[in-house]
């Protein structure tokens, strides 16, 4: 039970961060830290949505169509090719 506390206080421990603590970790010269965030959103801070589609529903069918039949020509022509013996 003993070593089961210890190994808990240990890694509790580890939640800290060294470079938090006033005066540990960090040289004298070193600059501060910004008081405003990084550059980039938050995760729940989202861009506003767009007015239009990406695609227009006629490009995407006709890409669809495109896709469809290159996946049916790579499909025939896998049938008929066998592969090499070694």
């Known amino acids: 039970m003993a070593a089961l506390f210890v190994s808990a206080l240990a890694v509790s421990g ?3 961060s060294i470079g938090d ?3 540990v970790g960090l040289p ?3 600059p501060a830290r910004p008081k405003e965030a990084s550059g980039y959103l ?3 801070d989202l861009p506003p949505d767009r007015d239009e589609a ?3 529903p006629a490009e995407q ?10 996946r ?9 090719a066998k592969p090499a013996a070694k």
């Not at 049916?72 to 008929?80: C, E, H, K, N, P």
């Open 28 to 30: 004298g010269d070193a």
């Open 54 to 56: 990406t695609i227009k």
């Open 14 to 16: 580890c939640s800290t």
């Open 61 to 70: 069918a006709k890409i669809q169509a495109e896709l469809l039949t290159a």
């Open 21 to 23: 603590l006033p005066g």
């Open 42 to 44: 938050p995760v729940h």
């Open 72 to 80: 049916d020509r790579q499909a025939s022509s896998g049938t008929s």
